[in-house]
């Protein structure tokens, strides 16, 4: 079993920071991207920064120039600096992880052995910026 615990979140003044922390923990052989994704009342989950297994960051419009995504792979941990809050990016923050676990066997009969991927997601920490 995989877990992916956050922490970080709060309330927060329009203008402020937060940095959230996110560690994966359980039996898995690695992991690949890492990321972030946040939902708002009545809206649609949407990816706010993602980063890959070499470092490569990944970010939404909205984050661009202001959020900062990187990763600990030595301690399966995740970070989203956030800075110049606005009260749009109020929203509960879900930490997400590509984790892989063995290889696909469909993969291993073709002689073309990849790795088992699945997708996890942390309990969500609730970021609350206020005007």
């Known amino acids: 079993q995989v877990h992916l615990v956050e922490s970080g979140g709060g309330l927060v003044q329009f203008g402020g920071s937060l940095k959230l922390s996110c560690a994966a923990s359980g039996y898995f052989d690695g992991i690949k991207d890492m990321g972030w994704f946040r939902q708002a009342p009545g809206k649609g989950r949407e990816l706010v920064a993602s980063?890959?297994?070499?470092?490569?960051?990944n970010y939404s419009d909205s984050a661009k120039g202001r959020f900062a995504i990187s990763r600990d792979s030595a301690k399966n941990t995740v970070y989203l600096q956030m800075n110049l809050l606005k009260t749009d990016d109020t929203a509960v923050y879900y930490c997400h992880a590509v984790v892989q676990l063995g290889w696909d066997t469909m993969s291993v009969m073709r002689d073309q052995p990849t790795r088992h991927e699945e997708d996890y997601w942390g309990q969500g920490t609730q970021v609350t910026v206020s005007s």
């Open positions: 980063i890959s297994s070499d470092g490569v960051p």
